[in-house]
C-alpha cells in the first residue's frame, strides 16, 4: 500500500443526508486496512470506486452499531464478496466485527433477502466476530479495543486504535460523548468525534432532540481531555461548500490542536 498510514472517509455525513454519503471510512496503514461501517445503501460500491479501493482487497470490516445510515451498505459489501468468492475472484475470507445486536442484524438481513448459496459461505467464508464492551483484537499491525459508547438510544461500540509508531486513534462514535468513555480518548493523537451541526444553528436542525452534539461542543470536550488532532464527521448537509470553514471556526473557539472537517472522500494522513 501506497504512503503512510490514513483515514479515508467514504463518506461524513448523518443519516437522512442527500448532499453527501452517510458516514464511514477506511483505515490504512502501509500493511493493513479496515473498514469502519459503510453506509445506508449500495452507494457505498460508488464510493469505493471513486476511493479507487478495490472491494476484493477488504479483509475486516467493523460494525458500530445497527442504525440504517451504518448497517445497510454493510449487507451490499457483504453480498458483493460473497458473488466474488462463488466466482473465484476473492482471496481469503472477510471478518467482520462488532457488537452482538449489529452481527445479528447483518447475519438475519442476508438470511432473509440473498440467496441461500450466498448465505452458506457466512462461517466459512464471512466470519462473523461478536464482540463485547473491552475486547481487544489485531488487524494486522493495527491493535484495536472495542468500548460500548453507553448510548440511550441504539448499543454502539466505538473504538481505540494503536499503530506501531505507538500512536493513537480514537472514534467515540455518532453520539455526545459519555463522561464515563473519555478516558479512551484522553490525550489521543486523534479523536474521530460526531459534530451534527453547528452549535449557532442548533435552534434549526435540534441536535440534543437526536442525542446528537455539536462542532462546539466537539471542541470544547476535545480541549478537556488533551486530544492532539481533531476529526468531525457525520454532520448535516446544507452547505457542504462552506462547511469546512465553518465548522472548523467554531471548533476553534474552544480548541487549539489541528482540526479537520473533511469533505466526501478525503484522506486524512495520520
Known sequence: MEGKKKIIMLGT??????????????????????????????????????????ICDIHNLYVTHAHTDHILGVIWIVRMIMQKTLAGKYDGVLNVYGHEKAIHVITEICRMTLHKKYFSLIGPAIQMHVLDDGDRFNVGDMQLQCFDILSEKEKQFGFTVRFDDDKRLVCMGDEPC???????????????????????????????????????????LAAGIGVKNLIIYHTEDTDLAHRKDKYSEEVRKYFKGNVVVPDDLEEIIL
Open 178 to 220: 459519555n463522561e464515563a468513555t473519555l478516558h479512551y480518548a484522553k490525550d489521543a493523537d486523534w479523536m474521530m468525534c460526531e459534530a451534527f451541526c453547528l452549535y449557532s444553528d442548533r435552534d434549526i436542525f435540534k441536535p440534543y432532540e437526536k442525542y446528537h452534539s455539536t462542532a462546539l461542543d466537539a471542541g470544547k
Open 13 to 54: 455525513g448523518s443519516a437522512t443526508v442527500t448532499r453527501c454519503y452517510n458516514t464511514c471510512f477506511m483505515i490504512k496503514t502501509e500493511e493493513s486496512m479496515l473498514m469502519v461501517d459503510a453506509g445506508g445503501g449500495n452507494g457505498i460500491l460508488n464510493q469505493l470506486q471513486k476511493a479507487d479501493i478495490n
